[in-house]
């Protein structure tokens, strides 16, 4: 089969089938059947696209680890992906967790995030804008901010190659350039048809395929999904001065949307408008930059220690949910995960294993918000 890794691992009951498939290979079917390759499982991942691919929502050097969120559900995952990606250790000498701290300002209640951290021993601390700008030269403050420590970078494209190397060692097998046409839950197993004809069969499939959920598990009873194309971009620093990670919530009458952003060795600091991308098809996505110039207008504005002009644009999707809550649920023998709307990454570990929990355990449920419509 075109793209097999790992066809002499054992990674399947047989020729044909296998107790658990994860369909979607991108950092949450990655996180989820490493996960299972840790609770002594087998999974066979099964991703369309080659490995290294950037048509989805995973590739690129970094991700923000952004611990700063005021409810449960998150906080919960939170300390379950820490957890995670702790356990993943150095690679290449380095964590895949890079803690160098998040730094969030402007109109959103940061003492209600401090406290809600503070509640569970997370570090943080409210800083004046004089405070937050003496420790960061390269950027503006207009009011108070808060510094976490406890937070950083996941280096992205590290994390997708140690799980697959995990996976594979524990005796599972990932599948590149293997689409999947379609999914059959016939309550006795899953019938798993291929593009080149072929059929698989699966005790429990988890489907975690981002922007193409809707085509392919949408008789779930899943919430809108809305694929869009987000273009954030690398600015090169005027300094080698240290930089945060950060949120700015900017008023939305200067700018469309909250800004994120993060160090990225060799490649700059990167800046992006959290969710303003247009619309798109994932499979005709035309790749082009949007709001470069506004976002290059916002980086003149707010941070002195970037060169506005040397914007370099990254383009990936998000696949969102109507109010940015994640699904993470399980419908007979089918588990999902989608709709992570721009902010799962981060969270990719605990989501794997969540995930896992729902694929061994019929019992198991995810945090209420996260759950599918109750269907009667």
Same mark, same amino acid.
């Given at each position: 089969m075109a793209g097999r890794l790992g066809a002499t691992s054992g990674g399947c009951m047989g020729a044909d089938a296998a107790a658990v498939v994860v369909v979607g290979g991108g950092v949450m079917g990655l996180a989820t059947a490493w996960e299972l390759a840790r609770r002594g499982k087998r999974p066979v991942v099964l991703e369309r696209f080659a490995r290294g691919h950037r048509e989805g929502a995973s590739h690129g050097a970094t991700r923000n680890f952004n611990n700063a969120y005021d409810e449960d559900h998150y906080l919960d995952l939170l300390v379950r992906a820490r957890e995670g990606w702790d356990s993943l250790g150095d690679v290449g000498g380095t964590p895949l967790l890079r803690l160098h701290g998040l730094v969030t300002h402007g109109d959103v209640d940061l003492r209600r995030i401090h406290e809600r951290l503070a509640a569970r021993g997370i570090p943080a601390e409210v800083l004046s804008a004089g405070e937050a700008t003496r420790r960061w030269a390269g950027m503006r403050f207009d009011g108070d901010a808060l510094w976490s420590p406890d937070a950083g970078v996941v280096r992205a494209s590290a994390a997708l190659i140690e799980f697959e190397r995990r996976i594979l060692a524990a005796g599972g097998d990932v599948r590149w350039s293997t689409p999947v046409a379609a999914i059959d839950d016939r309550? @006795?197993?899953?019938?798993?048809?291929?593009?080149?004809?072929?059929?698989?069969?699966?005790?429990?499939?988890?489907?975690?395929? *981002?922007?193409?959920?809707?085509?392919?598990?949408?008789?779930?009873?899943?919430? !809108?999904?809305?694929?869009? @194309?987000?273009? &954030?971009?690398?600015?090169? $620093?005027?300094?080698?001065? *240290?930089? &945060? #990670?950060?949120?700015?919530?900017?008023? &939305?009458?200067? +700018?469309?949307? /909250?800004?994120? *952003?993060?160090?990225?060795? @060799?490649?700059?600091?990167?800046?992006?408008?959290? !969710?303003? *991308?247009?619309? %798109?098809?994932?499979?005709?996505?035309?790749?082009?930059? /949007?709001?470069?110039?506004?976002? =290059?207008? +916002?980086?003149?504005?707010?941070?002195?220690?970037?060169?506005?002009? #040397?914007? %370099? $644009?990254?383009?990936?999707? +998000? /696949?969102? /949910?109507?109010?940015?809550?994640?699904?993470?649920?399980?419908?007979?023998?089918?588990?999902?995960?989608?709709?992570?709307?721009?902010?799962?990454?981060?969270?990719?570990?605990?989501?794997?294993?969540?995930? =896992?929990?729902?694929?061994?355990? @019929? #019992?198991?449920? =995810?945090?209420?918000?996260?759950?599918?419509?109750? %269907?009667?």
């Open positions: 309550g @006795e197993g899953i019938d798993i048809a291929l593009a080149d004809g072929s059929h698989l069969r699966a005790e429990t499939v988890v489907v975690t395929v *981002g922007a193409w959920s809707r085509n392919l598990v949408g008789e779930l009873g899943l919430p !809108r999904l809305t694929v869009t @194309e987000e273009t &954030p971009a690398h600015f090169a $620093p005027v300094d080698d001065a *240290g930089w &945060p #990670s950060f949120n700015h919530y900017v008023d &939305p009458a200067e +700018y469309p949307a /909250t800004v994120y *952003g993060m160090p990225t060795p @060799e490649e700059g600091v990167k800046v992006g408008f959290h !969710r303003v *991308g247009d619309e %798109v098809d994932p499979d005709a996505r035309p790749h082009v930059p /949007t709001h470069l110039d506004t976002l =290059a207008g +916002y980086v003149r504005e707010w941070m002195p220690g970037l060169d506005a002009t #040397s914007a %370099v $644009p990254i383009s990936c999707t +998000y /696949t969102s /949910t109507d109010d940015g809550v994640f699904v993470l649920d399980r419908r007979g023998r089918i588990v999902v995960g989608a709709g992570f709307s721009g902010h799962g990454f981060k969270f990719a570990t605990g989501i794997g294993a969540t995930l =896992a929990d729902l694929a061994l355990d @019929e #019992s198991a449920r =995810a945090a209420e918000p996260f759950r599918l419509p109750h %269907v009667s």
